[in-house]
């Protein structure tokens, strides 16, 4: 199974401040048709997982640009530009290259 | 607006079988693949598995299912076309069985796996 890394576990950052959340993965996840086979996602407290972006880069229907997803291959970056109140909870990549799918153990973005 | 529901015992002893279904509406389950997930409670993300099934014989990848090892043996998912449902069953549940189950919309067939849409989930706890 790939393996995927996150860090750092736990975030605290002031509010209009950027935050950045890494992700590896054990194996590239580049596919043969260019695209890396790489998803992240956010769960809110007490909801379901939402769709951040998705093949490494593209943001999903009505994520604002603040949230941008960069890398390839094994090492892969979510950004936030300015994180407001809104973006607290826990955040998770995924790779979906091949099954077994597989998550990073997931990191927890708080408000200072 | 897509929407996902699961429905299911919360409460299943040890030893015997898990069973959860997933309604789906706004769209139709056959132009999708669909995935189970679980999330022990204060804990990570588990894919499950996938399934396609478009209730018909004219799709060669009709009835397509793939299982996380972690939990094949004891692993079936299928689909009620007719009912626009997908369901889990868990066979011979353990204390690690006890999770969040989340069934999410996969993607459609040839594009890559998005799960865009997401059901609220059901907590499943595990007796002895």
């Known amino acids: 199974d790939i393996v995927m890394t996150q860090s750092p576990l736990s975030l605290p950052v002031t509010p209009g401040e950027p935050a950045s959340i890494s992700c590896r993965s054990s194996?590239?996840?580049?596919?043969?048709?260019?695209?890396?086979?790489l998803n992240w996602y956010l769960q809110k407290p007490g909801q379901s997982p939402q769709l951040l972006i998705y093949?490494?880069?593209n943001r999903a229907s009505g994520v604002p640009d603040r949230f941008s997803g960069s890398g390839s291959a094994t090492d892969f970056t979510l950004k936030i530009s300015r994180v407001e109140a809104e973006d607290v909870g826990v955040y998770y990549c995924?790779?979906?290259?091949?099954?077994?799918?597989?998550f990073g153990q997931g990191t927890k973005l708080e408000i200072k | 607006q897509v929407q996902l529901q699961e429905s299911g015992p919360g409460l299943v002893k040890a030893s015997e079988t898990l069973s959860l279904t997933c309604t789906v509406s706004?769209?139709?389950?056959?132009?999708?693949?669909w995935s189970w997930i679980r999330q022990p409670p204060g804990k990570g993300l588990e894919w499950i598995g996938y399934?396609?099934?478009?209730?018909?014989?004219?799709?060669?990848?009709?009835?397509?299912?793939n299982y996380n090892p972690s939990v094949k043996t004891r692993v079936t998912i299928s689909v009620d076309t007719s009912k626009n449902q997908l369901s889990l069953k868990v066979s011979s549940v353990t204390a690690a069985d006890a999770a969040v189950y989340y069934c999410?919309?996969?993607?459609?067939?040839?594009?890559?796996?998005?799960?865009?849409?997401w059901g609220q989930g059901t907590l499943v706890t595990v007796s002895s």
């Open positions: 399934i396609y099934d478009t209730g018909t014989t004219n799709d060669n990848y009709s009835g397509t299912t």
């Open positions: 093949l490494g880069s």
């Open positions: 999410a919309r996969q993607s459609r067939p040839g594009d890559p796996p998005v799960f865009d849409y």
């Open positions: 706004g769209d139709s389950i056959s132009n999708y693949y």
């Open positions: 194996q590239s996840l580049l596919h043969t048709n260019g695209y890396n086979y």
């Open positions: 995924m790779h979906v290259l091949q099954p077994p799918y597989t």
